[in-house]
Structures are given as C-alpha cells and as structure tokens.
C-alpha cells in the first residue's frame, strides 16, 4: 500500500494506535509492583537500596527518551510511520525478554537504555494521528491517544499486582505476550499514512537540532516553553504524590492507589469524551486561554486542601486540566507542515522527557524542605508547581504572542 493509497476508514488503524499507547503505559505499570522485589533480587540489596537502583534506571529511560526521540521522529518523517511504529513494538517486546531473564542489575540498565530509544510509541502515534487528521480535528485526536494512555496507566498497576503472585518476573512476559499481540495486529491493519517525505538529517535528528528547526516556525517556540513549563507543572502529581497525600492524609498504600485510580478514570473520560466536546467548541486558542489558569488554581487548592475527602473530590477536577495538553499539540501540528509532524512530535517528547527528569528532582526538595524540621506544609511542591503553571499561561498570554497558534491559510482551506 502507497502512502497515497490511505483508507478512508480509518478505524482499525486508531484501534492499533490506541491499543498501542494503552499497552506501552500498561507494561509500565505491570513492571511498578515488581521492581523492588526484582531489584532486591537481582543487587542482593533491601528495600533502600532497591529504591535508589530503581530511580537511576527511571532517570536513565527518561534520559534515552529525551536524546533519542527527535532521532525517532525525524526516521518516520522519512521513512513512515507503519516501519518505524512496528520496529519499535518489536524491539520493545524483545527488551521485556531481556529484563525478564536477566540476571544482574547491568542488563536490567541495558534494558532500560534499549526501552528509552524504541520507546517511540507516543510520538509517532501522535504523528500517525496528525497524519490522517483534518486541522480542526487534530487535538480530539490526540486526546484519543492520550486517554489510551490513561486507560493503561488505570489497569496497568492493578494487573501487575495481581500477576507479581507468580513471582517478579511474570510481569515481565505480560508485557512480552501483550506487545507482541499488538505488533501482529498492527501488522495487518496500519497503513501508511506519511504524504509527504523529507531526506533524513542528523542536524536536525538530536534535541537541539530539532528543537532548532521546529523552534523557528512562526509561534511554536512561545507554544514550546509553554508546553515545557506546563510539564514540569503536571509531574508534580507522580512525582510526589504518594508522598504527599500519606504525609497531608495519612492515607495507605491502598488509599493512594484508589486515588491514583480514580485519576486515570477521569483522564480518560476528559481525553477521549471531554475534549470533543470542549475543543470544537471553544476552539484550541480559547481552551489554553481557560485551562492554564483553571489548572494554577487546582494546584494552588491541592496545596491547601485540608482534608483527604477534599482532596478526592479535587482529583477528577484536576484531570479535566488535561485538556491543555492536546490543545497545544493541536496549535503545534497546525503550524507543523505534514512532512515536520514526526519531527514536532519527537520534540515534545523530548521536552516532556527532559520534564519527567527535572520535575522529580524540584518537587521533592521542596517536598522535603516543606516536611523537614518543625515545618507541616506538605503541599509545597504544589505551590512550586502553581507558580511554573503560572508562568506557563503568562508566556502563552504574552502580547508579542497574541496570534500563537493561528492557523496557516493553507490549514483553514484544508478544514474547510
């Protein structure tokens, strides 16, 4: 099938992608109730110890993201979205094989080195999305792969609890059978869907490269350093949250998974229902405009909430915030000409990799500096994180910046 040659039903095509976001964030939550036991295996270490090998080996995957998906997202702008898609399912699966046998905490560190680089899923799907979207459609769209992540970041820890009974590494080929499901699936039914190609640059195929080029089209590096701060902002939440509500609540482990739950839920209502309803209404301009002050004012109540009941009710109101996420992509990808979406793409990605690594570090000093000594404020890194959102909405409110996000000419003929 020629890239021209795209289906007009694409239905199956967004199953695939869909099925492939939800299993990547179900295999990482199939891994999470394990890794202690694994680590404490494998190091012959205690918990302690198991707890500082598992930060190193989340840091190291977050760092081979952030190097490596403008390198991924430039491959599919010239090669396709179907090779590159299905190429990183497989290496993913053959990955899980390693870390199930390995052995030692040296290849369990190459398998999360080998996971960081194919770990391509996300943004080439945006891109497939971006791909067979119409310009006013794009953001819906992405919010449908987003609430594909949301469904597997809900059921992805609760199966892995259930299957770490059969020992540490039955997740582990969980992950190896689901993705391999996938891979076949995707195998028959995802077209290609890249219209137009460019020649493959390594300039442009590193973080700077890429940031550089993307950076330059008219508007998108204000929308950028949004997209930057609002993440930081939201990492607060995996960040610190176990932490926070057992210090401000006293909540159990269970509390904090049923809360934990409870957002995912919400997540995907807001992703895959919400944001057809929000967005073609209010448009993406309008919805940054409401949602980036909406979500400052959620972090500002979670600093303060003085209850666990509250802070329950706050947490289906906090997901609706989610909707800025695609509104952004949404801008981004209008501006974005077809042959730059998986470049555009491996740039976010590489920006929200570099936020899952600096997040965790601000936000738990300030949790610790806010816990420390005779200090109660257990809600400081929410104050932290109401001030970068702030900052967010004032670069996106900034007057130079007024018409951010407008359309090219050229995207309003082929919406309308």
Request: charged letters at 10%; glycine letters at 10%; one cysteine or more.
């Amino acid at each position: 099938m020629t890239s021209a040659e795209i289906p007009r039903d694409t239905r199956l095509p967004v199953l695939f992608v869909m099925l492939t976001v939800m299993i990547e964030a179900m295999c990482i939550g199939l891994i999470l109730p394990v890794m202690p036991a694994l680590l404490e295996e494998v190091q012959g270490t205690d918990l302690s110890g198991a707890a500082l090998w598992g930060g190193l080996l989340a840091a190291v995957y977050a760092f081979m993201q952030f190097l490596f998906s403008p390198t991924i997202g430039n491959l599919s702008d010239r090669f396709g979205r179907r090779p590159v898609l299905l190429l990183s399912l497989a290496v993913i699966a053959v990955d899980h094989v390693i870390l199930a046998l390995a052995q030692s905490i040296w290849v369990l560190l190459l398998g999360r080195i080998i996971a960081g680089i194919a770990a391509a899923t996300m943004s080439t799907a945006q891109a497939f999305m971006a791909d067979i979207s119409t310009p006013d459609k794009k953001a819906q769209n992405f919010g449908l792969v987003s609430a594909g992540f949301g469904l597997g970041f809900v059921l992805g820890p609760a199966i892995g609890g259930l299957l770490a009974e059969y020992g540490s590494r039955a997740p582990f080929w969980a992950a190896v059978v689901l993705g391999t499901a996938n891979l076949i699936f995707g195998f028959f039914v995802l077209p290609e869907t890249l219209r137009t190609r460019r020649p493959f640059d390594w300039r442009r195929a590193n973080p700077l490269g890429g940031l550089k080029a993307i950076g330059s089209l008219p508007g998108v590096g204000a929308l950028l350093a949004v997209w930057f701060f609002y993440q930081v902002a939201n990492w607060v939440y995996p960040a610190v949250w176990a932490y926070f509500t057992q210090a401000a609540f006293g909540w159990t482990e269970r509390m904090v998974g049923v809360s934990l739950a409870v957002y995912g839920i919400s997540m995907v209502l807001v992703q895959g229902g919400l944001i057809r309803l929000v967005i073609p209404r209010l448009g993406e301009r309008r919805t940054l405009a409401l949602f980036l002050p909406y979500n400052a004012v959620i972090l500002f109540c979670v600093a303060f909430v003085p209850s666990g009941w509250l802070m329950l009710l706050l947490t289906p109101l906090s997901a609706m915030g989610a909707l800025v996420a695609p509104a952004l992509q949404g801008l981004a990808s209008r501006i974005a000409s077809d042959d730059q979406q998986g470049e555009l793409q491996g740039v976010l990605a590489s920006i929200t990799a570099v936020a899952a690594i600096v997040s965790p570090l601000v936000m738990t000093q300030a949790f610790f500096w806010g816990t420390s000594g005779a200090r109660d404020f257990a809600g400081a890194p929410f104050l932290v994180a109401f001030v970068l959102m702030g900052i967010a909405w004032a670069l996106y409110r900034r007057p130079q910046d007024a018409e951010v996000g407008e359309p090219r000419r050229s995207d309003v003929r082929q919406g309308g």
